[in-house]
């Protein structure tokens, strides 16, 4: 099979928008398979990758890399097919085309709507940091980088390992 024109198959060209993509769902699927395998075994709560996601009904639409909520508190709208609510837990994967929405906007956004629990995964950094609401404003729970694992505070039994997610 011959690769068409438009391709260039060489080691020397490197889309670092393309790595960051690739790096990105490398990373997401593998925190959201840790995760499911948790709520298999804890099933507390229902978990959502990349959908929908309205914090008021006629409200602007959020699409968070993951989001969590607890059974009692389900954003589910089925009828919609979307999320309508505050969800307690929401996860973001950082790339370089999402760093300056994520880390400052969402990150403003989810605290002021009382998201309980923002996770801001850095792939390139191999870095996670974890805050929690408290009183209305959002505090560092804890920053791990490299190695090790990361827990929750909003869900202690959930645990990440650093070197299996990145």
């Given at each position: 099979m011959e690769l068409p024109d438009t391709l260039v198959a060489s080691d020397d060209i490197v889309d670092e928008k393309d790595m960051s993509?690739?790096?990105h769902g490398i990373t997401l699927l593998n925190i959201g398979s840790d995760f499911l395998h948790y709520l298999k075994r804890q099933p507390v709560g229902m978990l959502y990758m990349e959908?929908?996601?309205?914090?008021?009904?006629d409200g602007r639409k959020y699409i968070p890399d993951l989001c969590f909520s607890f059974r009692e508190n389900d954003i589910l709208n089925e009828e919609r097919d979307i999320l309508i609510g505050t969800?307690?837990?929401?996860?973001?994967?950082?790339?370089?085309?999402s760093l300056m929405e994520d880390t400052t906007k969402k990150y403003r956004d989810y605290q002021h709507f009382g998201v309980k629990e923002y996770w801001i995964i850095f792939?390139?950094?191999?870095?996670?940091?974890?805050?929690f609401l408290d009183q209305g404003s959002y505090h560092l729970h804890r920053v791990i980088a490299e190695s090790g694992q990361v827990q929750s505070r909003l869900l202690p039994d959930f645990q990440l390992d650093l070197e299996t997610i990145f």
């Open positions: 993509r690739t790096r959908a929908d996601l309205y914090f008021t009904p969800p307690d837990l929401i996860m973001e994967v950082i790339s370089p085309t792939p390139s950094l191999r870095q996670i940091s974890i805050y």
